[in-house]
């Protein structure tokens, strides 16, 4: 939300008074454009990346088991990543640090955290890059891997993509009523 920094939701607040509408309706806004974006890139880099990998007799076709899983958790990643971002943005109210703060809970968090022991795995597993990191691998199941101790489960890892993005637009919704613009 750098309309903080710019001082453009001064205009937003005035052209919409009620401000427990301004937030939903840029979170819609925001969501549909990313959910496109997503929609798009994410097939994209599906096809690019099995057309080099069939060059080296590794591609696997789009009717593979969990592949379509895969694209569609993809696709909803950027809209996940952006509302947790517009909702940093609405609680730091300064671009710079927004980025910063988004970035850190997004991307440099989970690695933190390891599957290894039950806590760490039960923190780790409730990070939405962990979830997409889980709802786009395949295991054969037979595969044995000790790093693998504590699994997520795939209906917590949609979950996790969904209570993320509407925990921080709530809590996006009532900073923005409390606060003075």
């Not at 690019?48 to 590794?58: I, M, N």
Request: aromatic fraction near 6%; include cysteine; hydrophobic fraction near 55%.
């Amino acid at each position: 939300m750098s309309e903080y920094g710019s001082g453009l939701i001064r205009t937003t607040m005035v052209a919409v008074p009620t401000r427990q509408v301004v937030v939903p309706a840029k979170a819609v806004v925001l969501a549909a454009v990313w959910t496109a974006v997503g929609t798009v890139i994410s097939p994209a880099a599906f096809l690019v990346s099995q057309a080099v990998l069939d060059g080296r007799h590794a591609g696997v076709p789009l009717t593979h088991p969990g592949v379509a899983r895969a694209l569609v958790a993809s696709a909803l990643l950027a809209p996940a990543c952006a509302l947790v971002g517009m909702g940093l943005g609405a609680l730091i109210r300064h671009t710079a640090g927004s980025v910063a703060a988004t970035l850190f809970t997004l991307v440099m968090l989970p690695p933190l955290f390891s599957t290894s022991r039950q806590w760490s795995a039960d923190v780790k597993h409730v990070m939405v890059v962990s979830a997409w990191k889980r709802l786009v691998q395949n295991w054969g199941g037979d595969l044995p891997d000790i790093n693998r101790v504590h699994d997520a489960a795939v209906p917590g890892s949609w979950a996790v993509y969904a209570v993320w993005p509407l925990v921080a637009v709530a809590l996006a919704v009532v900073v923005v009523r409390r606060r003075d613009v």
